[in-house]
């Protein structure tokens, strides 16, 4: 089946372009209150051309220089520092690939995805398949989405919360992080009390302290939600874990398989935010995925922020996760003109894939604009 082109592999990589995407920013939750906002999304494309005549592409977008330890111009830096290790490279082997960037370059993930990102759509060209046919299979051709509501004042928290269900949406994530009474009072608003048929997703972004959060959450009583990231700490969240009658979900204090399976162990957890380049790509956020399914932990199934490329590649991990451990992808804020097309297009709170292989998209040039910087043998 394996046609080979020399020294054993599928195919090798020539050249490597970074592409930078500006995306409009709007802040949404309380992890921005008194830290520098960005003006807007720094989004870097990575292209991988290869001996094959494919091109594969991956994307990863930091949200600014605060909100996780990442930001566009180490991103940069550190596809850099690791493209002489990847030329020449078979990028269909993807675990092997892993291995490479990990001895040229320690830590730095969120740098890592875009090219793992890029592997798996040239793997998924060179077979003919989805992504997501080759990490299990499809469950869904329609992967659910939530929609998140911006932290604001309790009224016009909830007319936003009317207008999203309006747009067909029945899972929602509400912000809060700010002051405990406001905090509680936006929640009753939204929520009321008693079970809902629809999902709410309380997230505080690490905005509580462990004491707030204690005091909300008992005040908070009977409302039907998960509460998202309470603390800033994986210990604190443990903490408030284990005096909350609500299913708790971790979102940034969790990092690496290794994270994972000790929050498994301390059963910190009844729910898990696997943002696919924070993870540092689809072969990380993948054990993440098999982890959380082997032990019945929720997934929400998305990423930090990004373009059409990050939006396919989310819906792609999503359509091979099973339906009811999900508790939804996200949609995400778009550049000014479009990247690329045939990305997974938002229908009564759903995305909708299509059947192409890879991340089923093709870039849009003039979108992309020129390279920033060149690798390998386009660099001339
Ligand atoms: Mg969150």
New binding site residues.
């Given amino acids: 089946m394996r046609r080979e082109s020399g020294a054993g592999q599928v195919m090798r990589i020539t050249t490597i372009r970074v592409y930078r995407i500006r995306i409009p920013f709007r802040p949404l ?1 309380s992890r921005w209150v008194g830290r520098n906002r960005p003006p807007h999304l720094d989004s870097t494309v990575v292209a991988l051309e290869t001996d094959r005549q494919l091109t594969g592409y991956g994307e990863s977008c930091p949200i600014g220089a605060v909100y996780l330890p990442a930001f566009a111009r180490g991103l940069r830096a550190c596809i850099g520092e690791m493209a002489p290790a990847l030329l020449g490279q078979d990028p269909t082997d993807t675990g092997r690939i892993y291995a490479i960037m990990n001895r040229a370059l320690s830590g730095h993930y969120y740098a890592k995805a875009a090219i793992d990102i890029a592997c798996w759509d040239l793997l998924g060209k060179f077979t003919g398949l989805p992504i997501s046919h080759l990490l299990g299979g499809r469950f869904t051709r329609e992967v659910p989405v939530y929609a998140s509501i911006p932290l604001d004042t309790p009224e016009k928290m909830s007319e936003t919360l009317e207008l999203k269900r309006q747009d067909g949406f029945s899972r929602f ?1 509400v912000k809060v992080g700010g002051h405990p009474v406001e905090d509680v009072n936006r929640v009753r608003r939204l929520l009321g009390s008693g079970m809902h048929a629809e999902t709410f997703m309380v ?1 505080a ?1 690490r905005g509580w302290s462990k004491a707030d959060a204690l005091r909300i959450l008992r005040a908070l009583g009977d409302a039907d939600c998960y509460i ?2 309470p603390c800033e700490t994986y210990r604190e969240c443990l903490t408030v874990r284990r005096h909350c009658n609500h299913p708790v ?1 971790l ?2 204090v969790l990092d690496t398989p290794r994270d994972l399976a000790r929050a498994i162990e301390d059963d910190a957890l009844d729910g898990m ?1 696997i943002k696919i380049t924070h993870a540092g790509g689809i072969t990380p956020a993948r054990i993440l995925r098999d982890l959380c399914a082997a032990h019945g932990i929720k997934m929400r199934l998305e990423d930090t922020a990004g373009t059409e490329f990050t939006r396919a590649a989310q819906a792609q991990l999503a359509a091979a996760t099973p339906l009811d451990q999900q508790l939804g992808s996200y949609t995400f804020c778009t550049p000014l003109s479009p990247v690329a097309h045939g990305a997974p297009e938002y229908r009564n709170g759903h995305l909708i894939l299509n059947d192409e292989p890879g991340l089923g998209i093709v870039p849009d040039p003039s979108g992309l604009g020129d390279a920033l910087a060149v690798y390998g043998e386009g660099s001339g």
């Fill in positions: 939750g994530q997230d972004n998202e990231q979900i979102d940034e935010v």
